[in-house]
Structures are given as structure tokens and as C-alpha cells.
């Protein structure tokens, strides 16, 4: 008896966590705007799969529909899966970014994931069980190649689970970051980009069935197109030698003079 509460799973990579936790028996929530293809969804896998499938249309920009789902997550024991999956890009520079446009991003990539995080935790705590799993990018590590605030948010995003798995994976509840690389979905149409010009582009099947093997993997961090492991754990080695020399309670030499 498992229920996952998906966000943003109308389309892309979403709607296919939706189709996969169904096939493994998973009880869903399905979160996103657009109610006529959550239901048309959700119809699809009640049938194929036996399972429950409850819907939820909200903006999750909008606090008073935020608050709707926050509701859901508070007065829910049953669900023990949560998809932080729903967010938007935002093509352009940042000088030249609308700060509306701005504020929107951030309330959909940064604030609505935490919130709707923080809604379930202590629960999961208690409960010494249940799973977070939040959808990051490979930008999150490369923010250079991207310009405006949308690397920034998925860094928060990386960051946030990191934090979070270093707090909870000790009392039974697993966090996973998905850093996923240019993936065939609707956000570069949704954002005014053209996916066309975009090369290597995964396929999102693949991105997913990848993404739930190092779910089943219980890892912390999940990058489906990097071949070698060893790569990233370079990288956390790296971090682990600066961090090393966080603990000087004097600046370093080359600081002691101009
Ligand atoms: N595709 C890529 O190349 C790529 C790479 C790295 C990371 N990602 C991340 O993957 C996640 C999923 O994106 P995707 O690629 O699958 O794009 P997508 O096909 O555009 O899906 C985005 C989903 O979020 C929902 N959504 C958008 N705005 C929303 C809002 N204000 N309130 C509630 N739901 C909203 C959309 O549904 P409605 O329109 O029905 O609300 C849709 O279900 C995002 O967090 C994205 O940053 C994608």
C-alpha cells in the first residue's frame, strides 16, 4: 500500500512517473494545471492498473491552490512518495529577464517544492518511512551554459536535497535529486525555445526508467546520462578536499597580503 503524489504530471517526464508507479501498484495524486489530460491520465491507469487515481488541478504559483495541496499532503498518511517534478525554464538573459516572470519561476521551481516537502517530512520521520524525490538538472552543476535564473533554481533544488538527505536519510526516509540532461518534453516549447536545436536530447522514457533504477538503488543523487560513475565521485571528492580547509579560523596566506 504505497500512494505517490506527482507533481506536474500532465506532461513529460511527470506523466510518465505517473505511468510507472502506476504499473508497480502505486496508488497516485496527480498535481498540475491542465484537469481535462490529468483526467484522461488518470482514467488510463486506473484501468490498466487497478489502482486509485485521485486529481488535483493547481497552479502551484498561486498560493491559495498551493495551500490546497499543501492540505492534501497534511491530511494524508497514505502517501509516502512525493514527486517534486512540476517546474517551467525560462529562456533569456537575466538583465533583460521580467521580474514577474522571475517571481513566477521561483514560486513554482524553488518555493513550491519546498513547501510541499516540508508538508510531508515530520510525518515521514514518525513514520520512520517515505520517499522525496525531486527533479533537478544537470544545470543544477553547470550554470555557466545557461542564462537567467533557472540553473540557479535547480541548483536550490540540488542543494535542498542534499541538506535534507544529510537530516532524514538516518531515520528511514530517502531523498533523490534527478539531474536530468536535455530531455524530449513540452518545457523548451512551453519556455519559447525549439527542442529541435537542442542536440542529444533523451528520450523521456528512458530518463525515467533510468531515473526509478537509482531510486530502487536508494542514491541520493541520480544523473542518467553520465556514463561513469566515477565522474561524479570525483566531484564529491573535490568538495570533500575544499571543505577540508573550511575549518581555519584564519584566512588563508595568499589573503594576508594585496
Ligand atoms: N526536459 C528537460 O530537458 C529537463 C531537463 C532538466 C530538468 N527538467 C525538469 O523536469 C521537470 C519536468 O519538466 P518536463 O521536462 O517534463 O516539462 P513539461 O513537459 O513542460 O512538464 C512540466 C509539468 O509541470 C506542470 N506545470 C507547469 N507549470 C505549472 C504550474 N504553475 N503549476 C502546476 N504545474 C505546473 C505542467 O503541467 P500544466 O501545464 O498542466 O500545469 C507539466 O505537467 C521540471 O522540473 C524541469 O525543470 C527537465
Known sequence: ??????????????????????????????????????????????EANGISVEVITADLTNAS???????RLRSDPMIDILVNNAGAALVGNFASAEPEKMDALLSLNVVA?????????????????????????????????SHGIYAATKAYVLTLSQSLAAEVSGKGVYVQAVLPAATRTEIYERAG?????????????????????????????????VPEVEAWEAFEHARGVLAAGFSNSEPAQRYKSS
Open 1 to 46: 500500500m504505497s500512494t505517490a503524489l506527482i507533481t506536474g504530471a500532465s506532461s513529460g517526464i511527470g506523466a510518465i512517473y505517473a505511468r510507472r508507479l502506476a504499473a508497480r501498484g502505486n496508488d497516485l495524486v496527480l498535481v498540475a494545471r491542465a484537469t481535462d489530460r490529468l483526467e484522461a491520465l488518470a482514467s488510463e491507469l486506473r
Open 193 to 225: 525555445g525549439d527542442i529541435s536545436k537542442v542536440p542529444d536530447v533523451m528520450e523521456v522514457e528512458a530518463l525515467v526508467d533510468a531515473a526509478l533504477v537509482g531510486f530502487d538503488r536508494r542514491e541520493l543523487i541520480t544523473i542518467p546520462p
Open 65 to 71: 491552490q498551493l495551500q490546497t495541496v499543501l492540505e
Open 113 to 145: 517544492p519546498t513547501l510541499l516537502t516540508s508538508a510531508v517530512i515530520s510525518k515521514m520521520v514518525a513514520r520512520g518511512n517515505g520517499s522525496i524525490i525531486n527533479i533537478a538538472s544537470v544545470l543544477a552543476l553547470l550554470p555557466e551554459y
